[in-house]
């Protein structure tokens, strides 16, 4: 079963430890740190050592897939020792999908024991200083979302009714990251604020000019569901936006979603390579 809607708390609930409980039997380890991967950046599961493979259509209560590139699928084992799961796809705002549905999967991989999140997207430039390729660590966000999946009566069992967000991204994990990116001599490691958008249009030049304005570095329409979810859950948490295009609101040129994949597509192998000395380091 599916839904687009706000579940009541019992049900949703529900949905959550069913969908854990069917993974459990099933896992040979329990994972400990989890991955998500958005548009054009789904092939680190390739990687992994004693494979299992879950399309989410087989998953009790997972959504399906509609956006692009986004193939639907949760990979768990092992790299460079550590037991990973891995989402590749997942679900948006936009798609008709409530912050609480957008955020299942980190919920449901919470409840199995995940205690990191690495969530990865492909996003917009919005500082002028970055350059289509460029990989932002997020340091902060701005939610604009007109949603919050964790709306609704709190489950104490779960995490906090605040949870707090003053440093939503974990600042270990950064500096782990920062480190890697320089042993492997990466370039265009960015830092910045990431902006979470409804979508699906694509921004338009006084849009852009606005999120610059109140502070965004990058924009996207994914992402900060599954964060938050992941800190209501007690889980240390970094964001990777895919810098896809940079648009300077007095010049602007048209965007295409076809292009913003090829070029996410473009700069996974550094994402990969990334993430993957990041997890042996750890």
């Not at 024991?113 to 997207?121: C, E, K, P, S």
């Amino acid at each position: 079963m599916t839904t687009t809607g706000q579940k009541d708390t019992h049900a949703f609930r529900q949905e959550v430890e069913e969908c854990a409980a069917f993974l459990a039997a099933r896992l040979r380890a329990t994972p400990e740190i989890l991955i998500q991967l958005g548009t054009g950046l789904g092939e680190l599961a390739g990687a992994l050592a004693e494979p299992q493979r879950f399309p989410y259509a087989e998953l009790p209560h997972f959504p399906k897939t509609t956006a692009p590139s986004h193939c639907g699928q949760l990979w768990l084992g092992r790299l460079a020792g550590r037991n990973l799961a891995i989402l590749q796809g997942r679900f948006h705002f936009y798609e008709g999908h409530s912050a609480q549905r957008v955020g299942f999967p980190i919920r449901v991989l919470s409840r199995l024991g995940a205690r990191m999140a690495l969530i990865a997207n492909a996003s917009g430039g919005l500082n002028p200083a970055f350059r289509p390729g460029d990989i932002m660590l997020a340091n902060d966000h701005i939610n604009l979302l007109p949603d919050n999946p964790l709306r609704g009566p709190n489950q104490d069992q779960w995490g906090p009714r605040f949870p707090d967000c003053s440093a939503p991204y974990d600042a270990g994990l950064r500096q782990g990251l920062m480190a890697s990116a320089a042993a492997l001599q990466l370039p265009g490691l960015r830092s910045g604020v990431y902006v979470c958008v409804p979508g699906p249009s694509l921004e338009t030049p006084a849009e852009t000019h606005y999120f610059r304005q109140i502070g965004g570095d990058a924009i996207g329409m994914s992402s900060v569901p599954e964060v938050l979810t992941a800190l209501h859950a007690g889980m240390r948490v970094a964001m990777l936006s895919v810098i896809a295009n940079v648009n300077d609101s007095d010049a602007f040129t048209p965007i295409r979603i076809e292009d913003i994949v090829a070029a996410a597509q473009a700069a996974e192998p550094r994402l990969r390579a990334l993430i993957h000395h990041f997890i042996a380091a750890s």
